[in-house]
């Protein structure tokens, strides 16, 4: 049977929104980040030695980063569409939540179990406003780890397919990878290998 749609308020400003991409979305946007992260003009997800080949990947020993105007990306159009749609469906369950303007995509593509440490998106090139933060996780699940205001913190388990979206009074929410599920994906995303790919949309106008 198909998985079931369910749209879930985490908090006052997050939601989680579970099973929200079918089997065809799915398969497009992997390809579609793949084929960034292979091609992309600047390396993609790796670091390259002066002939073009593939050295390391360019964030950690097991993660890859692409970040750039959503503007930059090829189908900008499709996949900001795709964020905005997301964003008001959360606002059903948490009206608290701002209308979003994406202006930035952050791709991360994570190659073995190895996660993210407790942090919140408050650098400057995360954005400076209180508009919604939208990821998008495809192939292997992962461990999610989030620190509601004056509550213990909680574990979710985030499949691919699900998205994660906070902002306004949670825009500031303390989270966490804390773990990849390793061979995990879905038999139909053969083309990500075993790994995660992580699609987080920002409203970043600074």
């Known amino acids: ?82 964020c905005t749609n997301l964003v008001c469906e959360a606002r059903v369950v948490a009206p608290k939540l701002p209308i979003m303007t994406p202006t930035h995509l952050l791709l991360l593509y994570y190659t073995t179990s190895t996660g993210i440490a407790w942090h919140r998106d408050s650098d400057p090139n995360d954005g400076d406003n209180n508009e919604p933060i939208v990821s998008i996780s495809l192939g292997n699940s992962c461990i999610f780890g989030y620190k509601p205001f004056a509550r213990p913190s909680v574990n979710v388990q985030i499949n691919s397919g699900d998205i994660l979206i906070w902002g306004g009074p949670e825009r500031m929410l303390a989270h966490c990878v804390k773990n990849v599920i390793m061979n995990s994906a879905p038999n139909y995303l053969q083309k990500i290998g075993n790994a995660r790919l992580n699609f987080t949309f920002r409203s970043a106008p600074n």
């Open 1 to 82: 049977p198909k998985p079931q749609r369910e749209v879930i308020k985490l908090g006052i400003g997050s939601v989680l929104i579970k099973n929200a991409l079918s089997e065809d979305m799915q398969k497009w946007l992997a390809e579609y980040a793949i084929d960034l992260g292979e091609n992309e003009i600047n390396g993609g997800f790796w670091r390259r030695d002066e002939k073009g080949n593939k050295k390391c990947l360019n964030a950690t020993q097991s993660r890859g980063r692409i970040y750039k105007k959503l503007s930059q990306y090829p189908h900008h159009e499709r996949i900001e569409k795709l």
